[in-house]
């Protein structure tokens, strides 16, 4: 193990790769450890090339400067450029390089049904790839490196299988795929696709950093993504523990109680983590926006004595049980938690769900996450509500099964067979998932229904494939039954039936991002219902400078959200004790009921 933080850097700085990857769960610093890694080696005279593949990317508001989805300079850090992929872009510049590959006599409808093909969801997603795949099969052009911030874990995954399930696909395939157009659009894309597939397993040339926390659930994760790439061949890994946290006053109870659990959690690493070169950052007293903080992440801070001044008050906001007693009064309807990674989505969607239960509703808890935690929080059965996920594997399986009953019945041998080639694109997958969300809406007519989503990029994503399929569903109808039909976005824009649930923790990061994810809703016409701001340090009484330091930013997020983002607030404040459990989930659903004081 390396402690080479203490030193002022990481030590991943020493003798870095062309391309460095930092993934990992949800709000644990990906965004964070990247650019601050970037914009050392940037110090250091290199030229680098910051990119992030998050379709929610916080990139500009870190570095402070707007970006786009080409490379942008970023002012006061010479030979540093950064750049978005920006899924929508990277879908038009796709479509028009396949339109142009078609045969020169095709004519106007040709081309408008293979435009028509390039409009869903699955192609975004292959756009988005193929940007990333051109830089890094094509290496650092004109960069000595490139850093790449991904977007939480789940679509990480899929991010970086791409390369060897599209490698796969093309392999003797020679009529096409619907979400890629026709055979010239594949073969535009197979030495690509290979040459990332290259460049991703070459340990001279590419690192991945897992980014964690020192919390049980993100070593899980960490651990859980370690094996799954090395299944890809991605084997030069390197743990990164970000936020780790010293107490000062070991009279402090909240100060001891947070050093303590993050302690035991990397007394506790699992051995396939243990085995990597590790560095750990150390949990600062500032938020990390602009570059002079992203600076002093990786320096030491000066030690500052324990707080004098009177604790600052916890804001006059109902909790989460005041949130349950709402939703319950409605008696059926679909629940939607969304927000930033590692906000704590899943622990309040289970709270939630819990909380309708004990009130005597059923409830069928799911998620649309690939990572699929809502099990390990709940931590047991109880009466009343059924928990299940959106496996993707399952779902395209289902969804490859039904067309093919469906479309293949009538077919001869030979066409089935193309029928089942077709749908052995990785693209299935994501038509599947889609499939599967909006059967599981569609349970909240007559139920209560709480969907813990992936985090914000991947269901933005998700956003994207129902709005879709409503734009394919109104075109081709006839008007006359335009009036019968309820899409799933349809569902989500009835603020009757659905109620969207924003989770925020009280920093500038996830606040923005919340901010810009109910922008993007209200833009679809979804009206977020709530918004719950969780792991509140406010109130506490800690005297530990550096959580004092970060309370004091909470308050600014939190007059933030109240002043002029939210139209209703809940507070969830930070918990001694891992949310993990139906007992404390229960305690959590009944805290800070309306004219109740929280516990």
Known sequence: ??????????????????????????????????????????????????????????????????????????PGAPGLQAMNIDPEAAAEAYRRRVLAQMEPHA?????????????????????????????LADGARGFDHVVFDTAPTGHALRLLSLPKAWTGFLKDNDRGASCLGPHSGLKMQEARFQAALAALGDPART????????????IREAARTSAELRALGLANQRLAVNGV??????????????????????????EALRALPQDRVPLRSFDMVGLAALRGLLRDEPAAAPASAPAIAAPDL???GALVDELAA???????????????????????????????????????????????????????????????????????????????????????????????????????????????????????????????????????AT?????????????????????????????????????????????????????????????????????SLLGTGTRDPVLRARQAGEQAQVARVRQGLARRVFLLPWQSEPPVGVAVLKRLAMAGRTGQAAD
């Open 467 to 535: 709005g879709a399929y409503h734009r394919q569903m109104t075109r081709s109808i006839a008007p006359q039954a335009q009036g019968r039909i309820v899409t799933p976005l349809m569902r989500l824009q009835d603020a009757a039936y659905s109620k969207i649930i924003l989770v925020a923790l009280p920093e500038t990061t996830p606040v923005s991002e919340a901010a810009a994810l109910q922008d993007d809703l209200r833009r679809a016409r979804i009206e977020p219902y709530a918004w719950v701001i969780n792991r």
């Open 245 to 270: 946290f010293a107490a000062r006053d070991p009279a402090d109870p909240v100060a001891s109680s947070i050093a303590a659990l993050g302690a035991a959690a990397l007394a506790d690493l699992p």
């Open 107 to 135: 004519g106007d409808a040709e081309r408008a049904t293979v435009r028509e093909q390039l409009s869903g969801a699955c192609t975004t997603e292959i756009a988005a790839f193929d940007e990333f795949a051109g830089l």
């Open 330 to 464: 409605a008696g059926r309807g679909l629940i939607m938690v969304m927000g930033k990674g590692g906000v704590g989505k899943t622990t309040v969607a289970a709270a939630l769900a819990v909380g309708l239960v004990e009130r005597g509703h059923g409830v069928h808890l799911s998620t649309t996450d690939p990572a699929a935690h809502v099990a390990a929080t709940l931590g047991g059965a109880l009466d009343g509500l059924r928990v299940d996920r959106i496996d993707p594997k399952a779902e395209t399986q289902r969804y490859i099964d039904k067309v093919m009953a469906a479309r293949g019945r009538d077919l001869d041998a030979e066409g089935r067979a193309l029928l089942r080639e077709d749908l052995e694109s990785p693209c299935t997958e994501e038509v599947a998932v889609f499939h599967a969300f909006s059967r599981v809406v569609s349970e909240a007519r007559s139920a209560f229904v709480v969907l813990d989503t992936a985090p914000t990029g991947h269901s933005l994503l998700l956003m994207d």
């Open 318 to 320: 109902p909790g989460l």
């Open 207 to 218: 690192t991945i950093v897992l980014v964690t926390r020192p919390d049980r659930g993100a």
């Open 1 to 74: 193990m390396t402690d080479a933080a203490a030193s002022g850097t990481l030590a991943v700085l020493a003798n870095p790769t062309v391309n460095l990857f930092f993934t990992g769960k949800g709000g644990v610093g990906k965004t964070t450890v990247a650019c601050a890694v970037a914009l050392a080696l940037a110090d250091q005279g290199r030229s680098v090339l910051l990119v992030s593949t998050d379709p929610a990317s916080n990139l500009d508001e870190m570095l402070g400067v707007p970006l786009a989805s080409t490379p942008r300079p970023v």
